[in-house]
């Protein structure tokens, strides 16, 4: 008998064509998974919609999103590709998975009060206040979108979930309401196992984290001119203050990047660096033709992607999914003993 692989299930939100950052911190990974796991990758596009209800590039976000995936080798005929509003009973479960939770385990998710501190500029100690501001500024379904994350996992009875070190509480979220529903109605979800990423370290230009809103971000779809501007305006090792100085390359954003884009060329950076033989400007001079070369593929794949091809995909998957996702909502409700056709 054939063994099982394991389910791995991971999504993004819809933000459109994707920067460098995500193409070697997230989707390298995915590549690697589909060799040797049952990978479901889905459009996270309910998730957007809990902080932006600015819906009027969704669906063009999404195929640019997708088209990037494709095109750096996520293949549809290796992993299962959806968007999770074309798949209703992410839905269905996410509301039976809310009446098993209570309003002050959302309250005390770290994700909730990062973002509350974030929108909400008052003194943590006025509570009354900060409370009168939760009401006005966070919706119902950012509260409870990680019951929704749950849902997505669950679904899927997902074996393996790739995330960052601060969705770590999610997972353990996610595992509290299986063992929750199994306990009450019967065995059938395994708790899911977190896999933390080995992502290398790329900062934006400016030296922050690489986002679109902070308009730092390097794309791989970038000209060599562009990458040539791009790169001179980056944040390097601020402790340096002159060629005859040995530099700190681990303490410098584009030594991040030699590494990233030229692994074996990196060790003659470093050495040249820390004995003070290169200097930041020649050092960011030789990342341009190395970002532009390691995405001249990816470019050519992408070019070739029409809206209709992802379109199809994303269909196709999205069927697959209710297929999957049916059954075990199916499985839900018998044990709930909801069930009200079956005999």
Known sequence: MK???????????????????HLEGVLNEWVELQKSHECNFFVADYHAITTNQDTREIKQDTFDMVKDWVAYGIDPEKSNIFVQSMVPQHSNLHLIFSMLVNLGRL????TFNE??????QVDE????????????????????????????????KTDVVPVGEDQLPHIEFTREIARKFNGLYGEL????????????????????????SYDNEISPLDDLGALQTKTKKMVSDSTRKSLSEPGHPYECSVFD????????????????????????????GLLPQKI?????????????????????????????????????????KELMLMDYIRK
Do not use: N, W
Not at 107 to 110: D, F, K, S
Not at 190 to 212: F, N, Q, V, W, Y
Not at 262 to 284: I, R
């Open 125 to 156: 100690k006025d509570v009354k206040r900060v409370d009168e501001e939760k009401r006005a500024k966070v919706s119902y379904g950012f509260l409870g979108y990680p019951i929704l994350q749950a849902a997505d996992i669950l679904a899927y």
């Open 3 to 21: 063994e099982k692989k394991p389910v791995v299930l991971s999504g993004m939100r819809p933000t459109g064509k994707l920067h460098i950052g």
């Open 107 to 110: 309250e005390r998710l770290p």
């Open 257 to 284: 990047l030699q590494e990233v884009y030229d692994l074996e060329g990196s060790k003659q950076v470093y050495s040249d660096c820390t004995t003070a033989k290169l200097g930041c400007g020649d050092c960011k």
């Open 115 to 120: 973002y509350l501190k974030e929108i909400v």
């Open 189 to 212: 979800f395994p708790l899911p196992e977190a896999k933390l990423g080995h992502a290398p370290r790329i900062l934006g230009t400016d030296g922050r984290k690489m986002s679109k």
């Open 292 to 332: 532009f070369e390691k995405y001249g593929e990816f470019r050519e794949k992408r070019e070739s992607l029409r809206d209709q091809d992802i379109l199809e995909v994303l269909v196709e998957g999205s069927l697959k999914s209710q297929r999957i996702t049916g059954e075990t909502l199916s499985q839900v």
